[in-house]
Structures are given as C-alpha cells and as structure tokens.
C-alpha cells in the first residue's frame, strides 16, 4: 500500500508520537518509508497543498505538468486529518487496512462525516491477518 505513495500527511499528534520512533524503527518495509517521508516533509507539504488547490479548482488531482503523474497522499494514524479531508471533498479513494484487533473503544473514522456514498473497488487480506479495503468516492 505504501509504495504507490509520493507524499504523506501527520497530524501534529501522529507527528509527535512518531518522530521518535521512527528514527530507530526496524519495522520494514515502513521504516524506510516513514523515514524518507520525514526527510522530505516540507517538499511532501508543498505537494500536498499544490494538489488541494488543484483539486478545489478542477475538481481533481492533478500533478504539476513536469512532474508527471503524482503518487498516492497517505494519512497514517491521524483521524482527524482523514475526515478533514474527507468533509472537503478531497478524497478520491479511501483505501482502509482493518488490523485483526479490538481496541474497544476511541474514535471512529466516519464519525460526524456528511452523508457520502462508497464504492467497494478492491479487498484482499495480508499474509499477516489484516484486511485491505480499497472505496472510490461516489459524488
């Protein structure tokens, strides 16, 4: 899932949480991953909000013309950045991973979102146990 990702968003809570972490984390392959994306948080930010900008203009994401195509935006453990994006109208697809545990209780990713309509578009489970939902958008 991460490696269709060029850019990632942390809330400042994930952020805080991680920074130290990660640095020393062995947990492959998203240590590398995390570690690289940290390393280029200003440029990730910038690509982000270019692409915001683009979408609330055209109605989609689009790249810069030289850069061809972009990548995937991640949003790892910051709820409160995927329903932001979500109640602005800036998510095309919502790909979920659903961990094999019970944490009972916290918040809940739908949670106080305006009425939206999904479309399943792919699901598989992982050689450990989790399961990958991928959604499109309906508007």
């Known amino acids: 899932m991460i490696a269709t990702q060029d850019a990632v968003i942390l809330g400042r809570r994930s952020y ?4 130290g972490f990660w640095p020393g984390g062995e947990i492959e392959p998203f240590a590398t991953f995390i570690n690289e994306a940290r ?3 200003r440029a990730a930010g910038a690509a982000v909000d270019e692409r915001a900008r683009d979408r609330r203009r055209s109605g989609r994401v689009r790249a810069a013309p030289d850069d061809g195509p972009g990548g995937d935006i991640g ?3 910051s709820i409160s950045v995927a329903q932001a994006l979500l109640a602005g109208g800036l998510v095309d ?12 209780g916290g918040r809940r990713l739908l949670d106080g979102l305006p009425s939206m309509q999904l479309e399943s578009i792919r699901s598989e489970i992982s050689p450990t146990g989790y399961l990958l939902v ?3 958008v309906i508007r």
């Open 75 to 77: 949003v790892h453990g």
């Open 134 to 136: 991928d959604y499109r």
């Open 93 to 104: 697809e919502l790909r979920l991973v659903i961990a094999p545990s019970i944490a009972g």
């Open 39 to 41: 390393r280029d948080l």
């Open 16 to 19: 805080d949480e991680w920074v």
